[in-house]
C-alpha cells in the first residue's frame, strides 16, 4: 500500500510540474511578445521622433499607414533613414522636400513581411497629423501608428497582411482597447490623407483577423 502509494505520488508529481511547466512556457510566450512596449524578435532602430503620450492616456486606436521612399519604390533603407532623422536629401529630389520632417511610426511592415520597430508602444509616435477619431482630436495621443510599405494603389504582399494581422493580434493582449478600433489613416484625417489607400483590402485583413 505504502509503495502505490508513493509510486501515484511520485507520478502526481511529474504530472503537476509537467503543468507549471506548460504554463510557464505559455505565460512566457504570451507576455515576451511584447515587453515594455517592445515587441520581441524584430529589429528595432530607436527613433528620437515620439515624446509621451497625455498622462492617464487609455491606447485605444490601431492606424494603418503606407509609406514608400521614393515614392514607388520598395526595399531601400530610406524609410528607416526618414524615421531617424538622417534621410539625405542628395540621394533623390523628392527627398529634399521631406527631409527634415520629424515624423515615425511605432512599426514598419516592409514588402518581404520585416518587420521594424521605431517607437515603444506606449510613447507617441508622430504619424497621423491632424486627425480626429470619434470625437477625439489628436490621435497621435493615443494611437498604435502602423506603416505598410507600399503605395495606394499597387497590391501588399501576403506576408505583409500576415505579418500585420500577427502584429495585431500580439498587440491586442497588451493593449485590448485597440480590438475595435483598427483604421486607416484616410479615416483619421479625410481629404488630407488617403492611405493606406484602395490598395489595402480591408475585407481580406478581417477575415485573416477573424480566422487566425
Ligand atoms: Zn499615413
Not at 92 to 103: K, N, P, T
Not at 109 to 130: K, L
Not at 157 to 184: A, F, H, M, W
Request: aromatic share 10%; glycine share 8%.
Amino acid at each position: 500500500m505504502a509503495g502505490y502509494s508513493l509510486a501515484e505520488n511520485k507520478k502526481t508529481n511529474v504530472l503537476n510540474s509537467n503543468k507549471v511547466q506548460d504554463c510557464i512556457i505559455q505565460d512566457n510566450m504570451v507576455r515576451d511578445s511584447i515587453v515594455q512596449g517592445w515587441l520581441n524578435n524584430v529589429e528595432k532602430q530607436y527613433s528620437s521622433h515620439f515624446d509621451q503620450r497625455p498622462e492617464g492616456t487609455n491606447i485605444d486606436l490601431l492606424v494603418i499607414h503606407n509609406i514608400s521612399l521614393p515614392p514607388g519604390q520598395f526595399g531601400g533603407p530610406y524609410i528607416t533613414d526618414l524615421f531617424m532623422g538622417r534621410l539625405d536629401p542628395s540621394q533623390d529630389s523628392f527627398f529634399e522636400g521631406i527631409y527634415q520632417l520629424r515624423v515615425s511610426a511605432h512599426c514598419l511592415i516592409r514588402r518581404d513581411g520585416e518587420i521594424i520597430q521605431y517607437v515603444n508602444f506606449d510613447q507617441r509616435a508622430w504619424h497621423a497629423g491632424v486627425s480626429k477619431y470619434r470625437g477625439k482630436e489628436r490621435c497621435n495621443d493615443f494611437s498604435i501608428g502602423i506603416e505598410l510599405e507600399g503605395t495606394d494603389n499597387i497590391p501588399y504582399t501576403k506576408q505583409q497582411y500576415q505579418q500585420l494581422v500577427s502584429l495585431v493580434i500580439k498587440l491586442r493582449e497588451t493593449y485590448p482597447l485597440i480590438k475595435d478600433n483598427i483604421v486607416g489613416h484616410c479615416d483619421i484625417a479625410p481629404g488630407r490623407k488617403t492611405d493606406p489607400g484602395p490598395s489595402f483590402d480591408w475585407q481580406y485583413f478581417n477575415q485573416l483577423l477573424a480566422s487566425t
